[in-house]
């Protein structure tokens, strides 16, 4: 089955983390160039993190330092963690391909929402 199932996010306070999961399935995962998106209330979705099929990985300017991907190829998951948080970083966080290497998957997952609040 072709899919895609992030998990870990929830409730936290400014300053807080949280480490993001993603679970894909029916693609050669190794081969894949994975990333993090987020949509904002509101707005399009964007993409924050990036990371190649050899490790290499990109960051959105606004999470350049707090956010960090990760990925297990042993275990088709992609993780992002999160630190620092901050309000403007709630959203709901999505995985997916990076459309410049590798054509997305036909269906997004269910995303995992962060909201960041005191």
């Known amino acids: 089955q072709v899919q895609l199932v992030e998990s870990g996010g929830g409730l936290v306070q400014p300053g807080g983390s949280l480490r993001l999961s993603c679970l894909a399935s029916?693609?050669?995962?190794?081969?894949?160039?994975m990333a993090w998106y987020r949509q904002a209330p509101g707005k399009q979705r964007v993409l924050v993190a990036a990371i190649s099929s050899g490790g290499s990985t990109k960051y959105q300017e606004s999470v350049k330092g707090r956010f960090t991907i990760s990925r297990d190829n042993a275990k088709n998951t992609v993780y992002l963690q999160i630190n620092s948080l901050k309000p403007e970083d709630t959203a709901v966080y999505y995985c997916?391909?990076?459309?410049?290497?590798?054509?997305?998957?036909?269906?997004w997952g269910q995303g995992t929402q962060v909201t960041v609040s005191s």
């Open positions: 997916n391909t990076d459309p410049r290497y590798d054509r997305w998957y036909d269906s």
């Open positions: 029916g693609r050669r995962f190794s081969n894949l160039a």
